[in-house]
Nanobody, 119 residues
Framework: VQLQASGGGLVPAGGSLRLSCAAS???????MGWFRQAPGKQRELLAH????????YVAPSVEGRFTFSRGTVKNTVALQMQNLTPEDTAVYYCTAYRHGDTTAGWAYWGQGTLVTVSS
């Protein structure tokens, strides 16, 4: 399974960005999520969504500003980020695991996409 993330970049404080992630190399249903890691900080779970889209979680730290959704194409997701602050500057990682596989945790990871929010 390969995860390809896109949409990162430089944005001024208060701006918006939309990150996308597409999985390839599998026909399995994937539960998908986003983490981020800021310089000098631990990787942080931002959101995850079930393979069907029926269950969604958004971390309290970004709830109300970030929206996570599945795309119309199988195993694609998007993270809409609004009202960004410099504290949102980080590398954002798309992640996934096969639906029904509860043993391996987040088994698949994308390469990361850098989001930089200028003050």
């Amino acid at each position: 399974v390969q995860l390809q993330a896109s949409g990162g970049g430089l944005v001024p404080a208060g701006g918006s960005l939309r990150l996308s992630c597409a999985a390839s190399g599998t026909l399995s249903d994937l539960n998908m999520g986003w983490f981020r890691q800021a310089p000098g900080k631990q990787r942080e779970l931002l959101a995850h969504i079930s393979w069907s889209g029926a269950t969604t979680y958004v971390a309290p730290s970004v709830e109300g500003r970030f929206t996570f959704s599945r795309g119309t194409v199988k195993n694609t997701v998007a993270l809409q980020m609004q009202n960004l602050t410099p504290e949102d500057t980080a590398v954002y990682y798309c992640t996934a695991y096969r639906h029904g596989d509860t043993t391996a945790g987040w088994a698949y990871w994308g390469q990361g996409t850098l989001v930089t929010v200028s003050s």
